[in-house]
Each structure stands twice: as structure tokens, then as C-alpha cells.
């Protein structure tokens, strides 16, 4: 069972969708654990609701399979970024073991819908401009489940360039919130991401949750930052997409493949 916090800022994304976030808990690996209940790490839910909010909301498609294991993917990342760890190696370690689990059903989506899996990877990796210093952790982490929820629900282009836009903005107030500024600005662009969306409760929730806005939680991190590629579409692999996320970890050596792979091992 996930923990109960008395009050977390983010809660209303997380109650509808609770029993879902404890089935891909139940998928997590051993090295995911960080000691305590599932839901106490920092941020607990968070990933794991957007993921599903995003596909349930605006999705095209079933994404139960798909959807259960990117939930898992994106809540053993908030748990492995808490885990104190200083070693990107290790990292890399863990994240080759967890997309190794997943190995099945990316390669699904990479033989039934590879154009999919391409346009999300060249978002996630590239657009909005994110400056030429290293992206914000918080950032990183709100893309990666907005990208999920797309490429699990095959939720359309434009809705991916709102949400992407939302978390990104909302990326930085949680960063603003942990240093103690102002985020006054960065919610107001989050919302405005989100006005011509299509109408749906997930819309209702994701623009909720920015009226209390982030809150700092006062746990260290292991990943501060991260250093954003320049990405070509000709830098992409001819093959599925999966031969370059899921290759060898760290730098895996494949013709073509371009940033890719080291991007992945830094995940």
C-alpha cells in the first residue's frame, strides 16, 4: 500500500488513480527500495499519476500493458534519484536492469508503432528550448512522465507540445519552491500550457493542483541537473528505435544512433 501523508500539494492527481499506482509498485524492482513504504519516498505518486492522467485523459488507444510499466519506469526513477547514490554508473546499472524488464513491451511498441515512439523520444530528448545549461532534475522527471503518458495512451502530437510545455514550467516551480523564490510566473505559464487543451478531468486535475502550486520538500537529491543533447532527426537509428534505448549501458556502440544511448544511460 502506498503511504498517507497528512497533506501533499500534488494529492489530487494521486487519490483517483491510487490502485493503479500500488499494481506498478508491486512491478518495481528490488533496487528500487530505498527502505520504508512504497509511497514515502519524496514525490511518491507524482510520476506515476501524471503517466496516467496523461493516457486516460487525452489517449487514442488501450494502454493498460504499456501503462503499467511506464508508471513503474517513472516511479523507480523518483526513487532511485532519492536514493543518495553519488555513482552515475550505478544509475546507469539500474536503468539498464529496469528497461531490461520492460524489454517486451518497448519492443511492441517499436515493431507495431515505431513512428510513435520516434516523435516522443525526439520531443522528450529536444524541444521546448531548455537553454544551453543542464536541465533542472524536477524538469526531467515531469517531461519523462508527461512522454510516457503520451507514448502509452499514443496521445496526439500538439497535446504532447501543451503538456511538455506544462511540465516544464511546472518543473521550475518545483525547483523555485526547493530554493525558496517566487513561482508566481512559472505557474502562471504552466496554466496557460494547458488552456486549449481538450476538455477532460485530467485537464480539471492537472490545472488543480497549480492553485496551491509546489511546495519544497527538503530531500536531497542524487541527480541536480542534466545536460541536454542537440538532436538531429537524421541522428536517429534506421532500425527501431529500442535497438538505441535499450543497447548496451553506458555509450553503447551503435551506428547512427547519436546521443541516444548516452541519454538513456544517464537515465
Known amino acids: 500500500m502506498l503511504a498517507q501523508p497528512t497533506s501533499r500539494w500534488f494529492d489530487p492527481l494521486v487519490h483517483p488513480v491510487r490502485d493503479r499506482l500500488e499494481a506498478a509498485w508491486r512491478w518495481l524492482p528490488a533496487h528500487a527500495s530505498a527502505g520504508g513504504t512504497p509511497g514515502s519516498a519524496p514525490r511518491a505518486g507524482l510520476g506515476g499519476a501524471v503517466v496516467i492522467h496523461v493516457a486516460r485523459g487525452w ?40 528497461l531490461h524488464r520492460a524489454h517486451g513491451v518497448v519492443r511492441g511498441v517499436a515493431r507495431r508503432d515505431e513512428a510513435l515512439l520516434r ?58 519552491a526547493e530554493a525558496g523564490e517566487p513561482t508566481g510566473d512559472d505557474l502562471a505559464e504552466a496554466l496557460a500550457a494547458l488552456a486549449d487543451l481538450p476538455e477532460c478531468d485530467a485537464k480539471d486535475r492537472l490545472v488543480g493542483i497549480l492553485a496551491p502550486g509546489p511546495v519544497a520538500l527538503g530531500a536531497p537529491r542524487a541527480v541536480a541537473g542534466w545536460a541536454p543533447f542537440t538532436l538531429p532527426s537524421s541522428a536517429l537509428p534506421d532500425g527501431p528505435l529500442e535497438r538505441a534505448l535499450l543497447g548496451p549501458f ?9 546521443p541516444l544511448p548516452a541519454a538513456a544511460a544517464w537515465l
Open 59 to 98: 489517449g487514442t488507444r488501450r494502454w493498460q500493458e504499456i501503462g503499467r510499466v511506464a508508471v513503474a519506469l517513472v516511479e523507480a526513477a523518483n526513487r532511485q534519484v532519492y536514493r543518495g547514490e553519488p555513482d552515475a554508473l550505478t544509475r546507469a546499472s539500474w536503468w539498464s536492469a529496469d
Open 250 to 258: 553506458p555509450g553503447a556502440d551503435l551506428p547512427g544512433a547519436g
Open 119 to 176: 516523435r516522443v523520444a525526439l520531443r522528450a530528448l529536444g524541444g521546448p528550448d531548455l537553454g544551453a545549461g543542464p536541465v533542472p532534475e524536477a524538469v526531467l522527471f515531469l517531461r519523462g512522465a508527461v512522454a510516457a503518458g503520451v507514448l502509452a495512451g499514443a496521445v496526439p502530437d500538439a497535446t504532447h507540445a501543451a503538456l511538455d510545455r506544462w511540465a516544464l514550467a511546472l518543473g521550475r516551480a518545483m525547483e523555485r
